[in-house]
T-cell receptor, first 116, second 115 residues
Framework: EPEVTQTPSHQVTQMGQEVILRCVPI?????FYWYRQILGQKVEFLVS????????KSEIFDDQFSVERPDGSNFTLKIRSTKLEDSAMYFC??????????????FGPGTRLTVT | AQTVTQSQPEMSVQEAETVTLSCTYD???????LFWYKQPPSRQMILVIR??????QNATENRFSVNFQKAAKSFSLKISDSQLGDAAMYFC????????????FGQGTRLTINP
């Protein structure tokens, strides 16, 4: 069964450093998402991406965040200058709103980001 | 903006018993989807069950079923014959039916299964 993959599983970085979180969505999916979950809290939407551009972003997704689909398979989230409060689990998800109108979002296993 | 509320931070149930997790939501839309996700200690998000708002029939997936009350904006999850592997955080989520919309999650309910 196809699945969303994410690398790395755990990233430790120092405050102020740049990090790139990587995701490989399911191959025929067209819509991509990033969510984050601070430990013990609910999952929060960050950004959605379609046709090589951002389709929606939340208030959390400020100028320090960016997303990119550098090739036909990867979808990345970059945090330019990490802060302590960026420590969280980051989930990538993908979906395919095609003729079948499959509205389900398939989640990756997450990347745990720790900022020290 | 849509909101999702789970009023039970923690629930526990005896193995083999039945438990119901509550979820309410607020929206002005008439067409949308509702989901229950399970998050075990590994923190992977696993879809448990989904419900289309236009369907009156409650969704069922094996031991998992929902009670969808559209007028009351309520979407509870019933787990029958609880098993130790059901122990996890459970999140209720809302998604608009228009386009590729984001999921809006509730705060989660931590379910403990007592052997």
């Amino acid at each position: 069964e196809p699945e969303v993959t994410q690398t790395p599983s755990h990233q430790v970085t120092q405050m102020g450093q740049e990090v790139i979180l990587r995701c490989v969505p399911i191959s025929n999916h067209l819509y991509f998402y990033w969510y984050r979950q601070i430990l013990g809290q609910k999952v929060e939407f960050l950004v959605s991406f379609y046709n090589n551009e951002i389709s929606e972003k939340s208030e959390i997704f400020d100028d320090q965040f960016s997303v990119e689909r550098p090739d036909g398979s990867n979808f990345t989230l970059k945090i330019r200058s990490t802060k302590l409060e960026d420590s969280a689990m980051y989930f990538c998800a993908s979906s395919d709103i095609g003729l079948a109108n499959d509205y389900e979002q398939y989640f990756g296993p997450g990347t745990r980001l720790t900022v020290t | 903006a849509q909101t999702v509320t789970q009023s039970q931070p923690e629930m526990s149930v005896q193995e083999a018993e039945t438990v119901t997790l509550s979820c309410t939501y607020d929206t002005s839309e008439s067409d949308y989807y509702l989901f229950w996700y399970k998050q075990p200690p590994s923190r992977q998000m696993i879809l448990v069950i989904r419900q289309e708002a236009y369907k009156q029939q409650n969704a069922t997936e094996n031991r998992f079923s929902v009670n969808f009350q559209k007028a009351a904006k309520s979407f509870s999850l019933k787990i029958s014959d609880s098993q130790l592997g059901d122990a996890a955080m459970y999140f209720c989520a809302y998604r608009s039916a228009q386009g590729a919309q984001k999921l809006v999650f509730g705060q989660g309910t931590r379910l403990t299964i007592n052997p």
